[in-house]
């Protein structure tokens, strides 16, 4: 299995961006996928994710300016991110358990917000 982001970039505070993931399997395999991001000289956080059914989470930093959602059909994950702050920038990662607990992650992509 192997997972593509895509969509970084460099972007204004207050601006917005849409990351994508594409999966290489169907993503029903999955129990739940999520993004994740590391800031320089920080670990690695979760962002939001979501499961199979649909139901979603988020961190508190991010809630109600991310948006996760996936779409079954075309193996593919999205994180929509407004209202950027310099603060939301980092490396941002998708990650996909399958069930039975198999994680796989994908490559990162770099988000900067200027201010």
């Known amino acids: 299995v192997q997972l593509q982001a895509s969509g970084g970039g460099l972007v204004q505070a207050g601006g917005s961006l849409r990351l994508s993931c594409a999966a290489s399997a169907r993503l029903l395999i999955f129990g739940v996928m999520g993004w994740y991001r590391q800031a320089p000289g920080k670990q690695r956080e979760l962002v939001a994710s979501?499961?199979?059914?649909?139901?979603?989470n988020y961190v508190d930093a991010v809630k109600g300016r991310f948006t996760v959602s996936k779409d079954n059909a075309k193996n593919s994950m999205w994180l929509q991110m407004s209202n950027l702050r310099p603060e939301d920038t980092a490396v941002y990662y998708c990650?996909?358990?399958?069930?039975?607990?198999?994680?796989?992650w994908g490559k990162g992509t770099q988000v900067t917000v200027s201010s």
């Open positions: 990650k996909a358990t399958m069930y039975g607990g198999v994680d796989y």
């Open positions: 979501i499961v199979t059914g649909g139901a979603t």
